[in-house]
């Protein structure tokens, strides 16, 4: 059963949502970093910008200097490990003296057992001796004759007997002249091989001293590789700590900034308020809604005015007249049974 009033019950208005309102901006100046909230002008959409400000002049100055540190270590690390320290060393003269000693060592023994020429000396020494002799033989041939003529015995056995000694003296100088000349030519080899030995022996004993200086001269690079090394080694480390520094000087300042709890605050604080305001909408829609249920049942209970009813009743009698549903007479009858009751 509608009740109450013709207009109906008087409601209230929802009013709209409060806007949100802009991020605050936050500015830390311990950490040097700021927040702030701008609009893209091309697409119109809002941004929220942290960047750094502007640093003090003592820490630009640490800033900077821990650059170039992280620079410069760099640099010289790569540098380091392009370079070999075998470089700075030279070891080509010394390999080049050892293998002109070993030269010299392959020529000197070749010398040492060149003897080609000692039988062309032998054969010319038997020839000279074989020539004295054979001319002394002559002689000595003439004066036996001679003898023997003035003896009168040259055909004589004793004659003979002279002549044929002779003949064997010769055979057997002739043969002593062989084996002199033999002798001759082993002592001449001998005496060659030896004096060739030692020789040898001087210069492989020089070429032994100089194979000692020059090794001594690759213990001495050796040792400026090693000392090459160490000091490689300690400008590295030193390069390495210098790098290791000015990193942790930039990562610091990176996370000094990155570690603000301003623009964090600035956003709690922001959220917060935003909260708030939305509790506040939501707790003023509420009240609004039970107001308007409160007025609407208030409105339902009431009983309905008679001009209302009236209106009512025609206006379904006309309704039912029009569409041939009821008579006159019905028609009055039904509005009397509404009005009335039967």
């Not at 400000?53 to 540098?79: D, L, T, Y």
């Not at 380091?80 to 020529?107: G, H, K, L, T, Y």
Request: proline share 3%.
């Amino acid at each position: 059963m509608c009740g109450g009033g013709d207009s109906g019950p008087t409601l209230r208005a929802i009013p709209d949502a409060p806007s949100i309102e802009e991020m605050y901006d936050a500015l830390d100046l311990i950490s040097g970093v700021q927040q702030k909230t701008v609009k893209d002008p091309l697409t119109g959409k809002r941004r929220v910008i942290r960047e750094r400000i502007e640093r003090s002049p003592e820490e630009e100055e640490i800033f900077n200097n821990a650059g170039e540190m992280i620079r410069s270590s760099v640099v010289k690390i790569m540098q380091a490990a392009r370079e070999d320290p075998n470089a700075f060393v030279a070891f080509q003269p010394v390999i080049d003296a050892i293998s002109s000693m070993s030269e010299q060592r392959q020529r000197d023994l070749a010398h040492l057992n060149a003897f080609a020429d000692i039988n062309e000396q032998v054969r010319a020494y038997k020839t000279l001796k074989q020539d004295f002799l054979e001319r002394d033989l002559r002689i000595q041939e003439n004066k036996i004759e001679s003898e023997l003529v003035r003896k009168g015995l040259s055909n004589s056995s004793a004659g003979r007997e002279e002549r044929a000694l002779f003949e064997l003296n010769k055979e057997r100088l002739r043969q002593e002249t062989d084996v002199m000349g033999d002798i001759y030519g082993e002592n001449l080899a001998t005496n060659r091989y030896g004096i060739a030995e030692r020789q040898f022996a001087q210069q492989e004993a020089a070429r032994g001293t100089s194979l000692r200086d020059e090794l001594l001269k690759i213990e001495g690079r050796r040792g400026e590789i090693e000392q090459l090394e160490k000091n490689k080694d300690r400008l590295l480390r030193e390069d390495y700590r210098n790098l290791e520094i000015g990193s942790n000087l930039r990562g610091a300042d990176l996370a000094k900034a990155v570690g603000a709890r301003a623009p964090e605050f600035a956003f709690n604080q922001w959220n917060a308020e935003e909260g708030h305001k939305t509790s506040r909408y939501q707790a003023q829609v509420a009240a609004i809604n039970a107001e308007n249920q409160n007025a609407i049942m208030q409105h339902s209970m009431e009983p309905p005015s008679m001009a209302s009813t009236l209106f009512n009743l025609g206006a379904k009698g006309v309704g039912a007249y029009a569409t041939g549903g009821l008579s006159g007479k019905g028609a009055i009858l039904e509005n009397r049974q509404g009005l009335f009751g039967k």
